[in-house]
Protein backbone atom coordinates (compact mmCIF):
# COMPACT_ATOMS: atom_id res chain seq x y z
CA UNK A 1 0.00 0.00 0.00
CA UNK A 2 1.85 3.40 -0.76
CA UNK A 3 2.09 6.07 1.49
CA UNK A 4 -0.39 9.24 0.10
CA UNK A 5 0.71 12.60 1.42
CA UNK A 6 -1.89 14.51 3.43
CA UNK A 7 -3.20 17.38 1.71
CA UNK A 8 -2.03 20.99 2.25
CA UNK A 9 -4.92 22.98 3.65
CA UNK A 10 -3.72 26.80 3.93
CA UNK A 11 -4.07 28.20 6.98
CA UNK A 12 -6.31 31.74 7.90
CA UNK A 13 -3.57 34.34 9.15
CA UNK A 14 -5.07 36.92 10.42
CA UNK A 15 -2.55 40.18 10.89
CA UNK A 16 -3.71 43.15 12.79
CA UNK A 17 -1.56 46.17 14.06
CA UNK A 18 -0.65 46.74 17.54
CA UNK A 19 -3.02 49.27 19.62
CA UNK A 20 -0.73 51.73 21.02
CA UNK A 21 -2.20 53.99 24.19
CA UNK A 22 -1.35 56.79 25.53
CA UNK A 23 -3.14 57.73 28.63
CA UNK A 24 -2.45 60.95 30.43
CA UNK A 25 -1.54 60.35 34.67
CA UNK A 26 -4.56 60.74 36.52
CA UNK A 27 -5.55 60.24 40.53
CA UNK A 28 -8.92 58.83 40.01
CA UNK A 29 -8.61 55.57 38.10
CA UNK A 30 -8.98 55.44 34.47
CA UNK A 31 -8.82 52.65 31.72
CA UNK A 32 -5.25 51.79 30.26
CA UNK A 33 -5.97 49.31 27.86
CA UNK A 34 -9.71 48.45 26.78
CA UNK A 35 -11.46 45.35 26.28
CA UNK A 36 -10.05 43.31 23.83
CA UNK A 37 -11.18 39.12 23.36
CA UNK A 38 -8.40 38.86 20.48
CA UNK A 39 -5.41 40.23 22.56
CA UNK A 40 -2.21 38.01 22.70
CA UNK A 41 0.27 40.52 25.06
CA UNK A 42 0.24 43.78 26.64
CA UNK A 43 3.16 45.89 27.44
CA UNK A 44 2.48 49.14 29.66
CA UNK A 45 5.71 51.75 30.39
CA UNK A 46 5.00 54.22 32.97
CA UNK A 47 6.16 57.27 31.45
CA UNK A 48 6.04 59.44 35.08
CA UNK A 49 7.66 60.34 37.81
CA UNK A 50 5.06 58.60 40.36
CA UNK A 51 3.96 55.90 40.73
CA UNK A 52 1.09 54.09 38.70
CA UNK A 53 -1.42 51.36 40.28
CA UNK A 54 -2.54 48.99 37.48
CA UNK A 55 -5.77 46.67 38.42
CA UNK A 56 -7.31 43.99 36.70
CA UNK A 57 -10.96 45.59 37.59
CA UNK A 58 -11.99 48.49 38.20
CA UNK A 59 -11.19 48.83 42.04
CA UNK A 60 -7.62 50.23 41.64
CA UNK A 61 -5.85 52.26 44.23
CA UNK A 62 -2.32 52.26 45.96
CA UNK A 63 -3.56 49.73 48.59
CA UNK A 64 -5.61 47.99 45.47
CA UNK A 65 -3.79 46.72 42.55
CA UNK A 66 -2.38 43.61 40.58
CA UNK A 67 1.22 45.49 39.83
CA UNK A 68 2.90 48.77 41.21
CA UNK A 69 4.89 50.19 38.68
CA UNK A 70 7.38 52.70 39.31
CA UNK A 71 8.56 55.63 37.45
CA UNK A 72 10.39 54.66 34.12
CA UNK A 73 8.41 50.58 35.07
CA UNK A 74 7.91 48.61 32.08
CA UNK A 75 5.69 45.53 33.06
CA UNK A 76 4.36 42.46 30.46
CA UNK A 77 1.06 41.00 31.20
CA UNK A 78 1.59 37.21 31.63
CA UNK A 79 0.05 33.91 29.54
CA UNK A 80 -2.53 33.39 29.99
CA UNK A 81 -3.47 37.02 28.59
CA UNK A 82 -6.15 38.69 30.17
CA UNK A 83 -8.79 40.32 27.96
CA UNK A 84 -10.86 42.50 30.20
CA UNK A 85 -9.96 46.15 30.78
CA UNK A 86 -6.92 46.92 32.08
CA UNK A 87 -7.32 49.98 34.96
CA UNK A 88 -4.98 52.69 35.95
CA UNK A 89 -3.97 55.57 38.66
CA UNK A 90 -1.01 57.48 39.27
CA UNK A 91 -0.18 58.63 43.36
CA UNK A 92 0.49 62.06 41.23
CA UNK A 93 -0.72 63.41 38.10
CA UNK A 94 2.64 63.82 36.26
CA UNK A 95 3.18 61.93 33.36
CA UNK A 96 1.59 59.04 31.09
CA UNK A 97 1.24 55.63 30.79
CA UNK A 98 2.10 53.87 27.04
CA UNK A 99 0.84 50.87 25.97
CA UNK A 100 1.05 48.69 23.41
CA UNK A 101 -1.14 45.99 22.71
CA UNK A 102 -0.40 42.36 20.65
CA UNK A 103 -3.13 40.26 18.95
Do not use: H, K
Not at 5 to 32: E, H, Q, R
Not at 45 to 60: E, G, K, M, P, Q
Amino acid sequence: MAIQPLPIVPATIIILPPGNFIVAASITPVVLVPTNSMRRMVTIYNDSTAVLYVALNTIVSSTNYTVQLFPQDYFELPIPIYTGDIWGVWAAVNGRANSMEFY
